[in-house]
């Protein structure tokens, strides 16, 4: 078993040139996808290190079979694929929680399609999934210096980039007119309720970003509203006078406007109304918060603690 | 340090380097170590001495065992690790009738049809050794550069792209150099974009090619 990241690529080529062998309509089809998205996933991880790979154990012989060092007495055993995927989540910053979620339904229904008697792809129709399924392609292969056309050759990068179009336009479209729809609405309304409004998302907004939020200027309504995202990258820690300074990249994924109501959803949709950029969450931590400390003076906290720890101490106890 | 560039800008140029006058295995050492880091086989060893025999002993299926004193088809060397050694430094004092055959894979691409050319991106083998298996494509990538990997010994087409290259490779003409043995001779290729082969040996002379790998 090779845990290295080109045989593990290469193999989910070979996968995926089996996929395309078949009809697109046929199940045979999204278990083939399905299985070569898995690998795919497993050499964007290799990328970062075969280590990630192995399963951890006791004795580490999992990682000393990725380190080429193991034994041919001791079995190697890898880590789950849904555990491949959160660590794509968390090591690759464009594979985000919606393809997470994309990526997991369609190794869910490989499982079901391997493990039970039922027709997993039969009822999980490939225009369903195929869009999500080459954002995933793509953004895996990025990662590792790759390309669509390196996975799955010249005819079928075409088509997956056709179709990746497609769907980029139609978040395009879809913001648009939803930012348009809420500019409408919000300009016919009275002066003094749009002021009322603005104020009210700027207070509104002043709140959330002490709760790490960020603030930024509202696509439809010009008012101040808050963006809220998935962190991705290492974590910054600072200890200066003013207590411990965390600092965390952001990649913004949700926006909401109390002013106008306009809340978009989805990286890509973000973009599209220009406020997409990443940006960095600073929190600031008291050196107790941070360290989790308590004050031996202080009896309420020591309880609580001891509670939450020990709940079951006063239970009826028959002994 | 002036030859040493020489050599290194003709091995990026052409592919290969033929050296006189190099003999002792201290001599091949000190010249490996100027031009890379040697990476022992593994089997542990910096030099290996190359026998032809008639392969009885050898593992089944490497060349030794399949082809004895007989030609040695072209191929990679190491073909069985992911990125193969970047250069293989091989070294003889005594003169041999025994050639070396060596190919450059760019004169090999370029014969192909253009079609086939382009498929020799999708071509994917599977790599098979007594210790392991996995799948390699014939065009690997090592950050910019890219090299060829094909051994028939252990690699076997695993999809159509790489059937096809192997019947082009063996019904179709291409440049081959021959490399001859004239005493006090070393030969340097490198092993990413050169096939080499070895050419029919004579049982009773006596053979011994020194071998080194480069990174």
């Given at each position: 078993?090779?845990?290295?990241?080109?045989?593990?690529?290469?193999?989910?080529?070979?996968?995926?040139?089996?996929?395309?062998?078949?009809?697109?309509?046929?199940?045979?089809?999204g278990?083939?996808?399905?299985?070569?998205?898995?690998?795919?996933?497993?050499?964007?991880?290799?990328?970062?290190?075969?280590?990630?790979?192995a399963?951890?154990?006791?004795?580490?012989?999992?990682?000393?079979?990725?380190?080429?060092?193991?034994?041919?007495?001791?079995?190697?055993?890898?880590?789950?694929?849904?555990?491949?995927?959160?660590?794509?989540?968390?090591?690759?910053?464009?594979?985000?929680?919606?393809?997470?979620?994309?990526?997991?339904?369609?190794?869910?229904?490989?499982?079901?399609?391997?493990?039970?008697?039922?027709?997993?792809?039969?009822?999980?129709?490939?225009?369903?999934?195929?869009?999500?399924?080459?954002?995933?392609?793509?953004?895996?292969?990025?990662?590792?210096?790759e390309?669509?056309?390196?996975?799955?050759?010249?005819?079928?990068k075409?088509?997956?980039?056709?179709?990746?179009?497609?769907?980029?336009?139609?978040?395009?479209?879809?913001?648009?007119?939803?930012?348009?729809?809420?500019?409408?609405?919000?300009?016919?309304?009275?002066?003094?309720e749009?002021?009322?409004?603005?104020?009210?998302?700027?207070?509104?907004?002043?709140?959330?970003?002490?709760?790490?939020?960020?603030?930024v200027?509202?696509?439809?309504?010009?008012?101040?509203?808050?963006?809220?995202?998935?962190?991705?990258?290492?974590?910054?820690?600072?200890h200066?006078?003013?207590?411990?300074?965390?600092?965390?990249?952001?990649?913004?994924?949700?926006?909401?406007?109390?002013?106008?109501?306009?809340?978009?959803?989805?990286?890509?949709?973000?973009?599209?109304?220009?406020?997409?950029?990443?940006?960095?969450?600073?929190?600031?931590?008291?050196?107790?918060?941070?360290?989790?400390?308590?004050?031996?003076?202080?009896?309420?906290?020591?309880?609580?603690?001891?509670?939450e720890?020990?709940?079951?101490?006063?239970?009826?106890?028959?002994? | 340090?002036?030859?040493?560039?020489?050599?290194?800008?003709?091995?990026?140029?052409?592919?290969?380097?033929?050296i006189?006058?190099?003999?002792?295995?201290?001599?091949?050492?000190?010249?490996?170590?100027?031009?890379?880091?040697?990476?022992?086989?593994?089997?542990?060893?910096?030099?290996?001495?190359?026998?032809?025999?008639?392969?009885?002993?050898?593992?089944?299926?490497?060349?030794?065992?399949?082809?004895?004193?007989?030609?040695?088809?072209?191929?990679?060397?190491t073909?069985?690790?992911?990125?193969?050694?970047?250069?293989?430094?091989?070294?003889?004092?005594?003169?041999?009738?025994?050639?070396t055959?060596?190919?450059?894979?760019?004169?090999?691409?370029?014969?192909?049809?253009?079609?086939?050319?382009?498929?020799?991106?999708?071509?994917?083998?599977?790599?098979?050794?007594?210790?392991?298996?996995?799948?390699?494509?014939?065009?690997?990538?090592d950050?910019?550069?890219?090299?060829?990997?094909?051994?028939?010994?252990?690699?076997?087409?695993?999809?159509?792209?790489?059937?096809?290259?192997?019947?082009?490779?063996?019904?179709?003409?291409?440049?081959?150099?021959?490399?001859?043995?004239?005493?006090?001779?070393?030969?340097?290729?490198?092993n990413w974009?050169?096939?080499?082969?070895?050419?029919?040996?004579?049982?009773?002379?006596?053979?011994?090619?020194?071998?080194?790998?480069?990174?």
């Open positions: 078993m090779s845990w290295e990241r080109e045989p593990l690529f290469t193999k989910s080529r070979l996968f995926f040139e089996k996929a395309y062998d078949e009809d697109k309509e046929k199940p045979f089809f278990l083939w996808c399905a299985m070569g998205l898995e690998l795919l996933a497993r050499s964007a991880i290799a990328k970062v290190s075969p280590t990630l790979l399963e951890p154990e006791r004795d580490h012989q999992n990682l000393l079979h990725a380190l080429n060092l193991g034994t041919s007495k001791t079995q190697r055993k890898s880590v789950a694929t849904i555990q491949v995927l959160s660590l794509c989540q968390t090591l690759i910053i464009e594979f985000t929680d919606a393809e997470f979620k994309v990526a997991s339904a369609i190794i869910n229904r490989r499982n079901e399609e391997l493990h039970s008697g039922g027709a997993a792809f039969e009822e999980y129709p490939t225009q369903q999934w195929i869009s999500g399924f080459y954002k995933c392609c793509k953004i895996l292969c990025e990662f590792q210096n390309t669509l056309k390196s996975l799955l050759g010249e005819e079928i075409k088509e997956a980039e056709t179709i990746l179009a497609a769907v980029a336009e139609e978040v395009i479209g879809k913001t648009k007119s939803l930012i348009a729809a809420h500019k409408k609405v919000f300009d016919g309304k009275e002066s003094i749009k002021i009322s409004l603005k104020e009210i998302a700027q207070n509104n907004s002043e709140e959330l970003a002490s709760k790490g939020h960020h603030r200027e509202c696509p439809a309504c010009d008012c101040t509203a808050t963006i809220l995202g998935e962190p991705y990258g290492k974590t910054n820690v600072e200066t006078d003013e207590g411990i300074v965390v600092r965390q990249s952001i990649l913004p994924t949700k926006f909401a406007c109390l002013a106008c109501g306009l809340k978009l959803n989805g990286y890509n949709a973000l973009s599209a109304a220009s406020i997409g950029n990443h940006y960095n969450r600073r929190i600031t931590y008291s050196p107790e918060d941070y360290y989790d400390l308590i004050n031996p003076e202080d009896y309420d906290a020591i309880k609580e603690r001891y509670d720890f020990a709940p079951d101490y006063d239970e009826w106890n028959n002994e | 340090m002036k030859i040493i560039n020489l050599v290194k800008e003709r091995l990026n140029k052409v592919g290969w380097i033929e006189e006058n190099l003999s002792t295995v201290d001599e091949l050492i000190t010249f490996a170590r100027s031009i890379g880091e040697i990476i022992p086989h593994p089997n542990g060893k910096l030099i290996n001495d190359l026998i032809p025999n008639n392969g009885q002993k050898s593992i089944p299926g490497t060349f030794s065992n399949r082809f004895g004193y007989g030609q040695f088809p072209l191929h990679t060397d073909a069985f690790w992911v990125n193969p050694v970047r250069y293989i430094l091989f070294g003889i004092e005594e003169i041999s009738c025994c050639t055959h060596v190919a450059l894979a760019s004169d090999i691409f370029n014969r192909l049809e253009i079609q086939d050319r382009k498929d020799i991106e999708r071509a994917i083998f599977k790599v098979k050794t007594v210790n392991k298996q996995f799948y390699s494509p014939l065009i690997f990538k950050y910019t550069t890219n090299g060829i990997k094909y051994d028939p010994s252990c690699m076997t087409p695993a999809n159509k792209f790489a059937e096809r290259f192997v019947k082009n490779i063996l019904d179709m003409d291409f440049p081959v150099s021959e490399i001859k043995w004239s005493g006090k001779k070393a030969l340097i290729i490198d974009k050169v096939l080499h082969g070895r050419g029919k040996a004579l049982p009773n002379e006596k053979r011994e090619l020194k071998r080194i790998y480069l990174k």
